[in-house]
């Protein structure tokens, strides 16, 4: 502080014409006097000071620096908030002094515990700990720093407490042990401590007779710089440790400053060259006159105040780790710039009532409030110094390391920093390579309650356990593990399924009569073998056109009824393949067009029948004029055309779809084509059913006509087999799944017509290659008679 305010008075740019005094005073670690001290300070109780001819009085005191104690701050602070006396503090880092209802003229130098705690939490976020006991000191510091990492661990999910344990002021030995027991139960590996040296040391007493190892420590700004816990004695337990440190600085010029302390021989009263003193006598070990008795004779040597203390070694020479001091440092010349900005105000223009401005002479402390909270400079080291609305500095810290050598010594080495950014938020940067671990594999610990679910699981929470300790159990079919939300499963889209993993969804298998399986290659095999059948029967057929018992009833009939059972073999390949749209359109109407082709060409043949015989009777010729070819073929082609309209108004109205079913299996699509319309398919059905039953009707009163008519009997076989497979396929497309539906409509498609092709034609192939002796007209009209 004395060499800021000595650089500050000859900079001749920084408060010219203005000379910065100071007054000293020993808080001696407790709270009363620090307080005394500061309302001295705040009331001018001091020598009366002569500033010029007009101005007799008080020296006015613009600003405290101080204080370190996060408790004694907010003693000081509650009351000088008061005054609005400004307070700049260079080590209480307690969040509540950022409150500024209760603190309106509190600022500090050192970053807030919420941005320690937040670096903290970072810390455990890189490395991947989320598991930790909590230690802290029974004080506004530990409490409000157990209270905000609580707070922010929770909100973030980052991590969570297994412990947190209060360290007494007192060295009592049974809450010490209590607590190491408590850390030694712990399935944390991570120890983090909100405290002070001296609480430390007496924890550290009860862990090394425990002795408790295999911990990694993290060090709050209280204790991580601390020479005292960096001895060889505590290394075996500390070392590795991890902490958050105040930012490093730099300030050249302090030790040649430094070198300049010379003792006062003739003032050894006032407590500043009593101090000096002290340190000359520790340091060269001698002692000033008066020496105590017996020092001379005991080869003591006289202190002469003219040593050289420039190649002395020790912790106050020491200027390469200023971390409190830098923030001293700055908090001075934070106090030195406001003065200087309200000195530079130009009437008229200034903040306070009327736009006046502050004057030296009339200064009272809150003026500076208002420049404070505007200040904006950089150190020679290159920091910004700036406070925000809260009265926080810019917030930076170093992360330390300790490292253990093998002779023994201890070396605190920077292996990174947290800092916040306006843009980006809190960063941190960590150097793993340099950091040390004090354990074998020489690498980072686990720390977590339970290590973290697979993919394809999801977490549990714990009964009564903190939200880091849960089960996980796996997720269910067709669910996959969330990445985002830990907690919950996510189904996969419609068209996916969960692979075996459950980590992600894979297209969903498909399932429809192929052309590849074995059911749908042996229904084509069929069909195209119908089709080659009915091609042979009537080459065969034409061949032998001009024989008689293809020229019986009607051959034009017959060669009809070939080709519309050609159509009905056919037909059945719409069923088999993927659906799309033009075949579930195609493959019905197709179906229910060729069978009533089919159907209607065996009722003419029937109706033909009967009416021969009618005009075998005397009086019956006549009705033989109702059954010409024209008016056979105009009948087939009306009972056609009725089943063409039904399909056309079925199609147009509602038609079949191709639909992806997921009803029948979870992990499948089952590609089929739904009807659309259940009337309409049920008119085409019942259409069908209707000729199929007027033919067998016929038929069956035909049987018994004479041998010489006896087609009706092949076509009573053939309309029976065609009805029994029709019937026996409702109820087995009703209870078939998915692509079975579309094998038993194709397999009743097959038997029926092959029902019909052997029935009608297989006995007429028989007779035309392998009997051509009963292919005459005489065999047929007479069957061996010889009635004329």
């Not at 609580?150 to 030995?173: R, T």
Request: with cysteine; aromatic share 10%; net charge neutral.
């Amino acid at each position: 502080m004395a060499f800021a305010i000595d650089e500050i008075n000859r900079n001749p740019n920084l408060l010219p014409n203005v000379t910065l005094g100071y007054s000293l005073y020993d808080n001696c670690a407790n709270v009363g006097i620090g307080f005394r001290a500061a309302l001295s300070l705040a009331n001018g109780q001091e020598e009366q000071t002569i500033l010029d001819e007009k101005c007799l009085g008080n020296p006015p005191v613009i600003g405290i620096v101080g204080e370190s104690s996060s408790t004694r701050s907010i003693a000081i602070s509650s009351v000088l908030g008061l005054y609005r006396v400004p307070m700049v503090s260079y080590y209480a880092t307690c969040s509540c002094l950022s409150d500024r209802q209760k603190y309106p003229s509190f600022y500090r130098t050192i970053p807030s515990d919420v941005f320690q705690v937040r670096a903290m939490i970072q810390i455990l976020k890189h490395f991947g700990w989320t598991w930790a006991g909590l230690l802290i000191s029974d004080d506004d510091y530990g409490l409000y720093a157990a209270r905000s990492l609580q707070s922010d661990l929770s909100l973030s999910g980052d991590g969570c407490l297994a412990y947190i344990e209060i360290l007494p002021w007192s060295n009592d030995l049974t809450e010490f042990r209590r607590i190491v027991d408590v850390m030694k139960k712990s399935t944390a590996r991570v120890v983090i401590v909100f405290a002070h040296e001296t609480h430390m040391i007496n924890l550290l007493a009860e862990i090394i007779r425990q002795n408790v190892t295999g911990l990694q420590w993290m060090a709050s700004e209280g204790w991580t710089a601390s020479d005292v816990l960096q001895s060889p004695h505590y290394m075996p337990y500390l070392g590795g440790t991890l902490g958050i440190a105040i930012r490093r600085g730099e300030i050249p010029g302090l030790r040649d400053f430094m070198l300049q302390t010379r003792p006062d021989l003739h003032h050894n009263n006032s407590f500043e060259n009593s101090t000096v003193n002290q340190f000359w006598e520790f340091t060269f070990q001698c002692r000033f006159a008066p020496p105590p008795a017996g020092w001379v004779e005991g080869g003591g040597a006289l202190c002469t105040g003219q040593e050289d203390i420039e190649f002395v070694e020790n912790e106050l020479l020491d200027i390469s780790n200023l971390r409190g001091e830098y923030n001293v440092y700055k908090a001075v010349y934070a106090l030195a710039y406001a003065l200087h900005d309200m000195l530079q105000c130009e009437p008229g223009r200034g903040p306070f009532s009327g736009n006046s401005c502050g004057s030296l002479k009339g200064l009272e402390p809150w003026q500076l409030l208002n420049y404070l909270d505007k200040v904006n400079f950089t150190t020679s080291f290159g920091d910004q110094v700036s406070f925000d609305e809260n009265g926080d500095a810019l917030p930076i810290y170093d992360i330390l390391n300790w490292l253990w050598l093998p002779d023994g010594r201890t070396i605190v080495q920077n292996v990174g920093d947290v800092k916040k950014s306006a843009f980006k938020g809190e960063e941190i940067t960590i150097n793993e390579d340099k950091i040390f671990w004090n354990f074998k594999p020489k690498k980072p610990p686990r720390s977590v309650c339970s290590e973290s679910c697979t993919p394809g699981t999801r977490m549990v929470r714990k009964k009564g356990e903190p939200l880091c300790c849960f089960d996980c159990i796996p997720c269910s079919e067709g669910e996959i593990s969330n990445e985002t939300n830990s907690m919950e499963c996510i189904s996969c889209p419609e068209d996916f399924w969960s692979s075996p993993q459950r980590d992600h969804c894979v297209p969903k298998k498909t399932e429809f009569l192929s052309y590849q399986e074995p059911l749908g290659i042996c229904l084509t095999v069929t069909s195209l073998l119908g089709t080659f059948i009915c091609a042979i029967v009537l080459g065969i057929f034409i061949y032998h056109r001009s024989t008689p018992i293809v020229r019986a009833n009607n051959s034009e009939l017959s060669f009809q009824l070939l080709l519309s059972l050609k159509l009905c073999f056919l037909c059945s390949l719409l069923f088999i393949g993927r659906p799309r749209l033009w075949t579930c359109q195609l493959r019905h109407a197709a179906f229910g067009i060729s069978f009533v082709l089919c159907v209607s060409c065996i009722l003419v043949k029937t109706m033909v029948v009967l009416a021969v015989f009618k005009a075998s009777k005397p009086g019956g010729e006549s009705s033989l004029k109702w059954f010409g070819a024209g008016q056979q073929r105009g009948t087939v082609l009306v009972l056609t055309f009725i089943q063409a309209a039904v399909c056309a108004v079925w199609l147009v109205s509602s038609s079949p779809t191709p639909h992806k079913n997921t009803q029948y299996h979870k992990d499948k699509i089952v590609y089929e084509c739904v009807v659309g319309s259940t009337v309409g398919f049920g008119i085409l059905l019942g259409y069908i059913g209707l000729l199929a039953t007027l033919s067998f009707i016929i038929a069956f009163l035909s049987r018994n006509l004479p041998d010489t008519f006896n087609e009706a009997k092949l076509i009573t076989f053939s309309m029976l087999i065609f009805c029994a497979v029709w019937v026996a396929f409702v109820p087995a497309y009703i209870s078939s799944p998915g692509k079975y539906a579309d094998a038993v409509e194709v397999f009743a498609i097959l038997a029926s017509s092959f029902g019909l092709l052997l029935a009608l034609f297989g006995p007429k192939c028989y007779i035309i290659l392998l009997r051509p002796e009963r292919n005459t007209k005489k065999a047929i009209m007479g069957r061996g008679t010889t009635n004329s």
